[in-house]
């Protein structure tokens, strides 16, 4: 497996499709890994002796290898960069119209 822990993915596949987060856990065997806010599940549970209040809790479910691509920090810097910069045009040609 090439994704490490600590390592920046962003989501291919599935209903988080286009997110980006941070490897939390990697689980060889079964080619799963637990991404930082990434396919987030809900349990509730009883009270017990650990946790007397008892409540909903939400935790990252691990998900496949394959649905997950490496993203380089740099790479996403220009990324971001770039969607700015198109913005700023589009709400520039707008502007523009509008006046006249």
Do not use: L
């Amino acid at each position: 497996m090439k994704i490490k822990v600590g390592d920046t993915v962003k989501v291919i596949a599935g209903q988080d499709k286009n997110k980006t987060g941070k490897v939390i856990k990697t689980i060889r065997n079964k080619n799963k890994v637990v991404v930082e806010g990434i396919n987030v599940h809900k349990r509730n549970t009883k009270p017990n002796q650990v946790n007397q209040q008892g409540g909903i809790f939400e935790f990252e479910a691990p998900i496949n290898v394959s649905n997950v691509k490496k993203v380089d920090a740099k790479e996403a810097k220009v990324k971001k960069e770039a969607k700015k910069e198109v913005k700023e045009a589009k709400t520039s040609k707008t502007s523009k119209k509008k006046a006249s």
